[in-house]
C-alpha cells in the first residue's frame, strides 16, 4: 500500500524548503501497564528538560494513563483527529512535551484518508514545529493491537521482581515476533542499582540466546521518582543513538504518521481475512 503523491504545488514547495528535524519514535512497553507508564512519563519529562520537544501518544486508558502523572485532564482524543485536526487534540504537558491521547489510535488512522493524512502533518508544520521525539506508551496491550509496535526503538519497563521476568520476556518476544526492532533497551523500576541491574542480566541472557535481541541497559528508575524527570546518566543513554538505527537512517514526522497509519491499515486487512477464514493467521512485518 503506498500513498498517493501530493497534489497540490505549495505543499511540495513547503517540504522541499523546510530543513529536515531530527526525529525519533520510541516505544515504551511493559507487562506492568502502570510502571511503564510512570517510565514513559520520567523519559519525556527528561528529555522536555533537555530542551527536546516530545510529544507523548498515551495508548493506555484510565486510571493508568499518562495524563493523570502529568496533572492533564484529557479532554481531547485521536479518535476526533478528523473533526478536529492533529493540533488542536495534543495537550500541553509540561516543558518541552505534549499529550496526545490514543486509547484506540488503530480505529482513529484507518478511518483517515490518504488525503486527510497528509493533511494532518502539513497543518502541523505549517503552524508548529515538528516534535523530535514521539513517544508511544503501550503499556501491556499486545503488539498488534496498538501503535507503539511501529517504532524501531523500544524500551522495555521491568518490575522489581523476579516473578515479571517471564512476563517482560513475553512481551518481548511477542513484539520482537510481530516487527522486530532495531534496538531495545531496559529500564528497571527500582531503587537499588545492584538489584535493578541483575534482574536486566537475567533478561538480556534470555532474549539473546532465545530471540537474538541484545539489549541494552538504559539503567533503573526509583519507584518514589518514577514520574519525575530522569536523571542525566539515564538521559544521556537514551539520546546516545544507536549505530543500527544510524545505519538504516531515520524517518521523519510526516512520514511516521504514514507508517502508523499504514499498520492501521494492515491490520484492519488481517483482521477481515481471520474473520473470513478458518483459523488465524500470522502476520508479520519485516523490519526494512
Same mark, same amino acid.
Request: proline share 6%; aromatic share 6%.
Given at each position: 500500500?503506498?500513498?498517493?503523491?501530493?497534489?497540490?504545488?505549495?505543499?511540495?514547495?513547503?517540504?522541499?524548503?523546510?530543513?529536515?528535524?531530527?526525529?525519533?519514535?520510541?516505544?515504551?512497553?511493559?507487562?506492568?501497564?502502570?510502571?511503564?507508564?510512570?517510565?514513559?512519563?520520567?523519559?519525556?519529562?527528561?528529555?522536555?528538560?533537555?530542551?527536546?520537544?516530545?510529544?507523548?501518544?498515551?495508548?493506555?486508558?484510565?486510571?493508568?494513563?499518562?495524563?493523570?502523572?502529568?496533572?492533564?485532564?484529557?479532554?481531547?482524543?485521536?479518535?476526533?483527529?478528523?473533526?478536529?485536526?492533529?493540533?488542536?487534540?495534543?495537550?500541553?504537558?509540561?516543558?518541552? @512535551?505534549?499529550?496526545?491521547? *490514543?486509547?484506540?489510535?488503530? =480505529?482513529?488512522?484507518?478511518? %483517515?484518508? #490518504? +488525503? !486527510?493524512? $497528509?493533511? /494532518?502533518?502539513?497543518?502541523?508544520?505549517?503552524?508548529?514545529?515538528?516534535?523530535?521525539?514521539?513517544?508511544?506508551?503501550?503499556?501491556?496491550?499486545?503488539?498488534?493491537?496498538?501503535?507503539?509496535?511501529?517504532?524501531?526503538?523500544?524500551?522495555?519497563?521491568?518490575?522489581?521482581?523476579?516473578?515479571?521476568?517471564?512476563?517482560?520476556?513475553?512481551?518481548?518476544?511477542?513484539?520482537?515476533?510481530?516487527?522486530?526492532?532495531?534496538?531495545?533497551?531496559?529500564? @528497571?523500576?527500582?531503587?537499588? *542499582?545492584?538489584?535493578?541491574? =541483575?534482574?536486566?542480566?537475567? %533478561?538480556? #541472557? +534470555? !532474549?539473546? $540466546?532465545? /530471540?537474538?535481541?541484545?539489549?541494552?541497559?538504559?539503567?533503573?528508575?526509583?519507584?518514589?521518582?518514577?514520574?519525575?524527570?530522569?536523571?542525566?546518566?539515564?538521559?544521556?543513554?537514551?539520546?546516545?543513538?544507536?549505530?543500527?538505527?544510524?545505519?538504516?537512517?531515520?524517518?521523519?514526522?510526516?512520514?511516521?504518521?504514514?507508517?502508523?497509519?499504514?499498520?492501521?491499515?494492515?491490520?484492519?486487512?488481517?483482521?477481515?481475512?481471520?474473520?473470513?477464514?478458518?483459523?488465524?493467521?500470522?502476520?508479520?512485518?519485516?523490519?526494512?
Amino acid at each position: 500500500m503506498r500513498l498517493a503523491e501530493p497534489v497540490d504545488q505549495a505543499t511540495g514547495l513547503r517540504r522541499l524548503f523546510t530543513p529536515e528535524v531530527p526525529f525519533r519514535a520510541l516505544a515504551v512497553l511493559g507487562a506492568d501497564a502502570a510502571a511503564a507508564t510512570r517510565a514513559c512519563v520520567a523519559l519525556a519529562r527528561g528529555l522536555g528538560k533537555r530542551g527536546e520537544r516530545v510529544m507523548l501518544v498515551d495508548e493506555v486508558p484510565p486510571p493508568r494513563h499518562a495524563g493523570g502523572l502529568l496533572g492533564v485532564l484529557v479532554r481531547h482524543g485521536l479518535n476526533e483527529v478528523r473533526q478536529r485536526g492533529l493540533l488542536d487534540i495534543v495537550q500541553p504537558a509540561g516543558e518541552g @512535551v505534549v499529550l496526545l491521547s *490514543a486509547v484506540d489510535g488503530l =480505529a482513529a488512522l484507518r478511518g %483517515l484518508s #490518504e +488525503t !486527510a493524512l $497528509r493533511r /494532518l502533518a502539513d497543518d502541523w508544520r505549517a503552524r508548529e514545529e515538528t516534535p523530535e521525539w514521539l513517544l508511544l506508551n503501550s503499556g501491556p496491550a499486545l503488539p498488534e493491537s496498538g501503535l507503539a509496535v511501529t517504532a524501531d526503538e523500544r524500551v522495555l519497563v521491568l518490575t522489581a521482581s523476579r516473578a515479571r521476568l517471564a512476563e517482560a520476556y513475553a512481551l518481548m518476544k511477542a513484539a520482537h515476533a510481530f516487527r522486530p526492532a532495531r534496538a531495545w533497551r531496559v529500564l @528497571v523500576e527500582d531503587g537499588d *542499582a545492584a538489584r535493578a541491574r =541483575a534482574l536486566f542480566d537475567s %533478561l538480556a #541472557e +534470555t !532474549a539473546r $540466546r532465545f /530471540l537474538g535481541i541484545v539489549p541494552e541497559f538504559l539503567g533503573h528508575l526509583p519507584r518514589e521518582r518514577a514520574a519525575s524527570p530522569a536523571e542525566a546518566g539515564l538521559m544521556e543513554r537514551l539520546v546516545e543513538e544507536p549505530d543500527a538505527a544510524v545505519e538504516a537512517g531515520r524517518v521523519d514526522f510526516e512520514q511516521y504518521w504514514q507508517r502508523m497509519w499504514l499498520h492501521s491499515r494492515l491490520m484492519a486487512e488481517s483482521g477481515s481475512r481471520e474473520s473470513a477464514s478458518e483459523g488465524p493467521r500470522n502476520v508479520r512485518w519485516s523490519s526494512g
